[in-house]
């Protein structure tokens, strides 16, 4: 258990549609990175939070977004759903804002039917 | 472009030394990162090079060399458990992007 918890853990729904992924970071981290896994592909990056403010962006779709809370968690923001975006959606933590030792969450299943 | 490339599958006996490969093309990084993942389980760190050389944490070891462009993980006295997928990354100066590696998966055999 890393200590990061996510939620829901599976989540179904059909295209066009828009969810919401929550993520609670270890306590006492305070940046938290969203990533996406498809079937069998690596880990694409998405966005990084530190305390509040938006880090590092990687390839996310302008359909995505995401925030970070006063309290630290963070939500990701999935809108206008399509079949593609059915995948594993991860949410990790670490300690500072450039810390490389990255704590998972066990993730959220995303499935667009 | 930025690319980390990695063998996709490696196949090795049980008690045995394996090493997986990580080539990566890109401008700037500042280290590199090895995370294991079991089947429909969640990344774990593993190991971290900022500087060029052999960082060894138990059985495991990773290495990296700028010059080359290359780093690698080195798993020794192989076990069972360690049959998953294994991914190199860094992040990328300037932009601070998380860069993962294209993945490879470790089978261990008895």
């Given at each position: 258990d890393s200590g990061v918890t996510q939620t829901p853990k599976h989540l179904i729904t059909a295209t066009g549609q828009r969810v919401t992924l929550r993520c609670s970071p270890r306590s006492g981290d305070l940046s938290v990175y969203w990533y996406q896994q498809s079937l069998d592909q690596g880990l694409q990056f998405l966005i990084q939070y530190y305390n509040g403010e938006e880090r590092a962006k990687g390839?996310?779709?302008?359909?995505f977004s995401a925030q970070q809370f006063p309290d630290l968690h963070s939500e990701l923001n999935l809108s206008?759903?399509?079949?593609?975006?059915?995948a594993l959606y991860f949410c990790a933590s670490s300690v500072?804002?450039?810390?490389e030792t990255q704590y998972f969450g066990p993730g959220t299943r995303l499935l667009v039917l | 472009g930025q690319s980390l490339e990695q063998p996709s599958e490696v196949t090795a006996v049980e008690g045995a030394i394996v090493q997986i490969n990580c080539t990566y093309q890109t401008s700037g990084f500042y280290g590199l990162s090895w995370y294991q993942q079991h089947d429909g389980g969640a990344p774990t760190f593993l190991s971290y090079n900022a500087l060029d050389g052999l960082e060894e944490t138990g059985r495991f070891s990773s290495f990296l060399s700028r010059s080359d462009s290359y780093g690698y993980l080195l798993l020794q006295e192989?076990?069972?458990?360690?049959s998953a997928s294994y991914f190199c990354a860094v992040r990328a100066t300037g932009t601070y992007k998380y860069i993962f590696g294209t993945g490879t998966r470790l089978k261990v055999l008895a």
């Open positions: 390839n996310i779709l302008e359909r206008s759903l399509e079949l593609g975006d059915s500072g804002v450039d810390m | 192989l076990q069972m458990k360690d």
